[in-house]
Nanobody, 122 residues
Framework: QVQLVESGVGLVQAGGSLRLSCAAS????????MGWFRRAPGKEREFVAT????????YYGDSVKGRFTISRDNAKNTVYLQMNSLEPEDTAVYYC???????????????WGQGTQVTVSS
């Protein structure tokens, strides 16, 4: 029903910036709140950010608040994650997801992208 494809440069130095994109197809993109999650080796899937239908409501995980920004362009069926002041601890596979409401738990999202590797070197 919804297909999600992440894209973005996978390697960046500490202190640098990176913008991830997630393009959606299938059902109407504007009908879904969107989220970003990440999974580092040996760790649980971690909530990164979520955004409401119109983009008016946003929430961030504590580890990224103040450094990352989620946004969406419904006309382009795309959600973005702007990542600034990157740290080696941000190294993980990043996933975008679509659900029917804003949420911080991964199980509340129905559709997932395959993920994209982000590596931050020191």
């Amino acid at each position: 029903q919804v297909q999600l494809v992440e894209s973005g440069v996978g390697l960046v130095q500490a202190g640098g910036s990176l913008r991830l994109s997630c393009a959606a197809s299938g059902r109407t993109f504007s009908s879904y709140p969107m989220g970003w999650f990440r999974r580092a080796p040996g760790k649980e899937r971690e909530f990164v950010a979520t955004i409401s239908l119109s983009g008016g409501t946003k929430y961030y995980g504590d580890s990224v608040k103040g450094r990352f920004t989620i946004s969406r362009d419904n006309a382009k069926n795309t959600v973005y994650l702007q990542m600034n002041s990157l740290e080696p601890e941000d190294t993980a596979v990043y996933y975008c997801a679509a659900g029917r409401y804003v949420a911080v738990n991964s199980q509340d999202y129905k559709y997932w992208g395959q993920g994209t590797q982000v590596t931050v070197s020191s």
